[in-house]
């Protein structure tokens, strides 16, 4: 098992397909359902032994959950706020625009 390399309240960017989002949870290991698993075509499916994240998530249409693999994440470069409507329930943000998840930003 290794150590996650993202962080909760980290935007982030999928490698592949064209959505980003923050991080508000980390499993250290695969944690779905094997049906979710199975979905995901063979030639593109990543390992389960890697931290994978849950994201509040968007792209040009739409915000929604998503959950990815390690491998298939990069940091977000945009310095762009994330929209998603849920943002607020998480994380309040920081004078200097990083969001802190809500149980760290009481203290």
Same mark, same amino acid.
């Given at each position: 098992?290794?150590?996650?390399?993202?962080? =909760?309240?980290? =935007?982030?960017?999928h490698r592949i397909f064209p959505f980003r989002g923050v991080i508000f949870d980390v499993d250290p290991v695969f944690n779905?359902?094997?049906?979710?698993?199975? #979905? =995901?075509? #063979?030639?593109?499916?990543?390992?389960k032994d890697q931290p994978f994240y849950h994201l509040?998530?968007?792209n040009e249409d739409t915000e929604y =959950? #998503?959950?990815?693999?390690?491998?298939?994440?990069?940091?977000?470069?945009?310095?762009?706020?994330?929209?998603?409507?849920?943002i607020g329930e998480y994380f309040e943000q920081m004078p200097d625009g990083q969001l802190?998840?809500?149980?760290? #930003?009481?203290?």
């Open positions: 098992m290794r150590t996650a390399k993202f962080q =909760i309240g980290q =935007i982030v960017r779905n359902t094997e049906e979710w698993y199975e #979905a =995901i075509p #063979a030639d593109v499916r990543p390992r509040l998530a968007e =959950i #998503a959950y990815v693999s390690e491998q298939n994440l990069l940091p977000d470069r945009s310095d762009e706020p994330v929209r998603h409507p849920q802190r998840p809500r149980d760290q #930003a009481k203290h």
